[in-house]
């Protein structure tokens, strides 16, 4: 029997990030292979598609698990800390690969599930573009699936814990990025020339007024202004000024009304000051919508296990599991990582790890998922 403690371990000691995942998905699809599934490699590049076939396409549904680790200097003492330097396993995915790992075994080995179940290992979830490619490459028409579903752990809630809540659930993340162009000189004579730092500055005092102004007060919003680059130095006056930073919020309309407020204030911010600008705006992840009753769904099988909260509310992070939802109907769930330690730390945090004392409750809830079906 495989040791999953010791196979998350291994994960995380040996992080791949991005669409660069060999090593990764081919463990994980070595050990399906041996249980007897249908493997797929090279979905979207280097995810692994492996399908439990007990019933027909009709009823198919989908479990997705993301593989990717993080550009992060790990900062733990544990013994299986990352071997590769500037790569961390600092979001889980090594223990979400794990636990939807040890549920396709465990199913497998169940002679009394009848419904197929297409297990879904997804590349590149931390910059937006895994779920994309895997469709791009045929998931929903090569796998069909009536149904798709996924988990992520959180750090400080209690371990055996579930929470989602039905509708908009995860953020959506835009981008942007402000280019100034004005007129360098000498900074004892700033007369001489246009400076785009002033400019840049009033841009974002400016910018944290699309929120308390702009949107309305049920509406949640973020504008965050991250990077504030310029080509000047301690005696220079710059030529060039970037502003870069990250949006979010839980609809169509709130992106498109920051969008819109962002250019008009770049625009009459520049006139005045006679800079020159260009906006570029785009979207990283889509807003997160569990599908009604998939949410009923997924927190019955959550009850099996734990306790629950089935209105969380919306929470502020954004998901590629988004885009798989654009396609096909399902939903997404939280899991507690623990409260002491480690396992509380921030996602993201370079002291985090993931609580293997969580992989037998994520087993139970998809084995559980598997049976209900949708």
Known sequence: MLDLVAFRRDLHAHPESGFDLDRTPNLIAAELERAGLEVTRGVGRTGVVATLRRGPDETAIG?????????????????????????FHGCGHDGHSTMLLGAALALAADTSLDRTVHFVFQPDEENGNGAAAMIADGLFERFPMTAVFGLHNMPGMELGHFATQAGPFCAFEDNFEIRLKGQG?????????????????????????????????????????????????????????????????????????????????????????????????????????????????????????????????????????????AHRPG????????????????????????????????????????????
């Open 331 to 374: 939903a997404f769930i939280l899991m507690g990582n623990g409260l002491d330690g480690s396992n509380a730390m921030p996602l993201h945090n370079p002291s985090y790890d993931f609580n293997d004392d969580a992989i037998r409750h994520g087993i139970a809830f998809w084995t559980n998922l598997a049976q209900r079906g949708f």
């Open 63 to 87: 479990f997705r698990a993301d593989m990717d680790a993080l550009p992060i200097h790990e900062m733990t003492n544990l013994p299986y800390r990352s071997k590769t330097e500037g790569k």
């Open 185 to 325: 000189g000498h900074a004892s004579m700033p007369e001489k020339g246009v400076d785009p730092i002033v400019t840049g500055s009033a841009i974002v005092l400016h910018l944290q007024s699309i929120v308390s102004r702009s949107l309305p007060p049920g509406e949640h919003g973020v504008v965050s202004v991250t990077e504030f680059l310029t080509d000047g130095a301690r005696n220079i006056l710059p030529s060039n000024v970037t502003l870069r930073g990250d949006c979010r919020g839980f609809s169509k309309d709130v992106s498109d009304n920051i969008q819109r407020r962002m250019r008009a204030i770049v625009d009459g911010v520049c006139a005045a000051q006679e800079v020159a600008a260009e906006v570029d705006y785009s979207t990283s992840f889509q807003p997160l919508v569990n599908d009604t009753r998939a949410t009923e769904v997924i927190l019955g099988a959550a009850r099996d296990v734990g306790s629950v909260d089935a209105e969380y509310g919306r929470v502020g992070f954004s998901e590629d599991f988004a885009e798989f939802l």
